[in-house]
């Protein structure tokens, strides 16, 4: 059974960059059944989607965060991940990672607060 | 960009009661290989989102037979047929045919 877990700091300073990683066990994150994705919920607001990379390593990004954003997967840790540069308060929020083929295996979520 | 949007924002229903959410696209959502990409998700509270419908009608497995879903193009719908207790939370509307976008969320509370 897929299941997803992230990983990485709670806390990242303004300007600098928010790295987390998504460790999947249960399957390969090289296999073509799956499409992997990063979706953040901000405090008490919506989902939206950051980017996604399937397994051949194609990647795609939401359009108002593609300058920030790199996804990349690590196929010896069978992990994936998300970096987001130049960071602002309004990054603050739960990171999600998902298998977006299904959208029906999520990761529990990790907040990052972005704060000096 | 398509934009979602979802009405109403919010839903307060009697336990045992209907309750419908509305969601539109700013275009189709018709997929080049014919599918339509249109979920729907639950959020309840302290919890990732659970998807329950998938490409507009298509229960999740495990997911209630009370939940369905309808619609066509750019007006999609998702109906309770009674409410119960467990079904308080948030519903999305999240459309996958051109990269991803979702709706801003329907919060649905008993009354």
């Known amino acids: 059974q897929l299941q997803l877990q992230e990983s990485g700091p709670g806390l990242v300073k303004p300007s600098e960059t928010l790295s987390l990683t998504c460790t999947v066990s249960g399957g390969s994150i090289s296999s073509s059944s799956y499409y992997w994705g990063w979706i953040r919920q901000p405090p008490g607001k919506g989902l939206e989607w950051i980017g996604s990379i399937y397994y051949s390593g194609s990647t795609y990004y939401n359009p108002s965060l593609k300058s920030r954003v790199t996804i990349s997967v690590d196929t010896s840790k069978n992990q994936f991940s998300l970096k987001l540069s130049s960071v602002t308060a309004a990054d603050t929020a739960v990171y999600y990672c998902v298998d977006l083929w299904g959208m029906d295996v999520w990761g529990q979520g990790t907040t990052v607060t972005v704060s000096s | 960009d398509i934009v979602m949007t979802q009405t109403p924002l919010s839903s307060p229903v009697t336990l045992g009661q209907p309750a419908s959410i509305s969601c539109r696209s700013s275009q189709s959502l018709v997929h080049s290989d014919g599918n339509t990409y249109l979920s729907w998700l639950q959020q309840r509270p302290g919890q990732p989102p659970r998807l329950l419908i998938y490409?507009?009608?298509n229960r999740f497995s495990g997911v209630p037979d009370r939940f369905s879903g309808s619609g066509a193009g750019t007006d999609f719908t998702l109906k309770i047929s009674r409410v119960e207790a467990e079904d308080v939370g948030v519903y999305y509307c999240m459309q996958a045919t051109h990269l991803y976008t979702f709706g801003q969320g329907t919060k649905l509370e008993i009354k």
């Open positions: 490409k507009i009608s």
